[in-house]
RNA sequence: GUCCCCAUCGUCUAGCGGUUAGGACAUCGGCCUUUCAAGCCGACGACACGGGUUCGAUCCCCGUUGGGGACGCCA
């Protein structure tokens, strides 16, 4: 069987994009699939906006998602020289030509176009002045042959392409001699025996130009497959501005890598009914015949509940390990793991949708000093509840030993004792006492986590409040 | 404007000529219950429109509408 290689191939000029992600993610899954290579190629031919720091990102990120490449990262920079003599070649055998046109005259000839209804691509003015090595400042433009027919079958959109006639002789070299990203991909896809071309919709229709390339170059086409792009809300464009578009953003907010990768391969693929997706499942099931052709709107609310998804999935070790900086982030000093946070964890994470979330409803266990909310103590601190709240404070404070069975017991006892008061009359305002809100998780455990110290601490404070609040209102 | 592409519940989607149009997320309701969740059960909810083709169209063809992409000395 032949291997495939594919290549994913950003631009380092901002941030590991999902939009960016995803066609790495259907690269890499279709390749592990096939037992091919998959190649990281950074295409920074644009000087002006390409960084160090944005390339870094990009790498950062995909290895964070556990996407891994076989070969690169290659820089398209360092091929200069190739794309060099590729221009010079196709030169002489004509396919190319020097254009002296200058900026002005192509817009002013663009916009005359434009405005007759033409579709304001190049009118080949250079094409046949066979412009010497001598004509002063020039670009090169890749002569169409017009009559061609410039079609692909794409393996997402089936069928695609032009004439040739309907697109432009477009520029392959800059006036300063660079070159531009039309003809560095072609050649270097071509150098780099990539089979399988996977990348974003916003490419198909550039296709053709770079299929009269490959032919200009006499060689072999490779297998096209353009994977329609996320949207944002209502089909608009995602903005960087308004969306999050970031996956370091998605990480600092607490959504976790498998998360994600699934959240992204049912985003536009799908399998039959099936939901969850590990990144090894999608080395098994992904094929780009299940993929979409339509553009795929973000859709966060799945992605919180995926994540929840795999929140619950995660043994306590790797669970802690990925909140510990968020834990550490609220206590505002780093949080030991323990028997007790263990159990906190287990108890949050069926009520987080993400980490940091998570880690906000760990706080009245992180830090001493607790601050009540106004509500739940208006609500359920309230004086009717004082003679029970006090009584069950001393049934505590005798209480052997501090678990949910012993602690059970104690509040039934207590109620028993109150004339069968109901269990929330007793429960709701310990509940505000200890964690300082209305909504936690079941009582016992929770006073549980907090320990008995504290518990009792937080409840004679809070007895003390219910007393002062009774003196004020007679 | 020109070219290319897309179109099933609010969202992601299954479907590949005959289905009560399925699932998931969200929403709503119920159960459970000391709160919040989780879990379980249930409800709501879609084939954009108009023509064909066909015994029969969500599915095939054409058009309309709507949306997107490309038209750069950006990638």
Redesign the pocket.
């Known amino acids: 069987m032949s291997t495939i290689r594919t290549r994913f ?3 380092p ?1 901002g941030f590991l994009h999902i939009g960016g992600a995803r066609t790495a993610l259907f690269n890499w899954a279709l390749t592990r699939q096939l037992g091919g290579q998959f190649v990281l190629r950074i ?8 960084t160090a720091e944005s390339e870094a990102a990009v790498l950062d990120g995909l290895r964070w998602l556990g996407i891994d490449w076989d070969e690169g990262p290659i820089r ?1 920079s360092e091929s200069a020289n190739r794309h060099a003599e590729v221009v010079e070649s196709l030169l002489e055998t004509g396919a190319a030509y020097r ?5 002005e005259r ?2 002013e000839q ?1 916009a005359a ?10 009118d080949g003015h250079c094409r046949d002045l066979a412009l010497g090595p001598a004509c002063g ?3 090169v433009r890749l002569r169409i042959d017009r009559e061609r027919e410039l079609r692909w079958d794409d393996l997402v ?7 040739a006639s ?3 002789d ?2 392959i ?4 001699g ?5 003809l ?2 072609v050649v270097d896809d071509l150098d780099m025996g990539i089979t399988h071309v996977i990348r ?7 296709t ?2 770079q299929l009269a390339l490959y032919h200009a170059l006499g060689a072999t086409v490779p297998t096209f497959a ?1 994977v ?2 996320i ?1 944002a ?5 995602l903005s960087k501005r308004k969306d999050p578009v970031s996956i370091q953003k998605f990480k600092s907010d607490g959504y976790l890598p498998e998360a994600m990768i699934n959240w992204l391969a ?10 969850i997706f590990s990144a090894k499942d999608l080395t098994k099931y992904f094929d780009l ?18 994540n ?2 795999y929140l ?1 999935q995660r043994n306590a070790e790797d669970l802690f390990s990925v909140a510990s900086p968020f834990l550490d982030a609220v206590a505002g000093e780093p949080v030991k793991r323990d028997a007790g946070l263990d159990r906190l964890l287990d ?1 949050l994470r ?4 993400h980490l940091v979330e998570m880690a906000e409803k760990a706080r009245f266990v992180l830090v001493d000093e607790i601050m009540i909310e106004a509500g ?1 103590a208006k609500k359920h601190l309230r004086p009717v509840v004082l003679e029970p709240f006090e009584a069950l404070i001393e049934v505590l404070e005798a209480l052997d030993e501090w678990t ?1 069975a012993a602690l ?1 017991s104690a ?1 039934e006892a207590t109620c028993k004792a109150h004339d069968d008061l ?7 305002p ?2 505000v006492a200890i ?1 300082g ?10 006073l549980e986590v907090v320990g008995r110290e504290r518990s009792l601490a937080r409840m004679r404070a809070a007895a003390l409040l219910i007393r002062e609040r009774a003196a004020a209102t007679p």
């Open positions: 191939a950003p631009s000029t295409e920074d031919t644009d000087r002006e906006r390409s398209q254009c002296t046109c200058t900026r192509l817009e663009r176009e434009l405005a007759s209804g033409g579709q304001g691509i190049y400042t020039h670009t959109f089936g069928p695609s392409g032009q004439q309907e697109i432009g477009g520029i070299r800059r006036s300063d660079s070159p531009l990203y039309h560095a991909v974003g919709a916003d490419h198909h229709s550039n053709p130009f353009h329609p792009l949207v809300e209502s089909g608009r464009k049912r985003l536009g693929w799908s399998h039959g009914d099936q939901e015949e299940h993929v979409g052709r339509s553009g795929a709107q973000a859709d966060l609310d799945k992605l919180d509940s995926l929840q998804h619950k108890l069926e009520r987080s949708h739940p949910p059970e509040f109901k269990l929330g009359k007793l429960a709701q310990t509940r964690t809100t209305g909504a936690s998780p079941g009582i016992y455990e929770t």
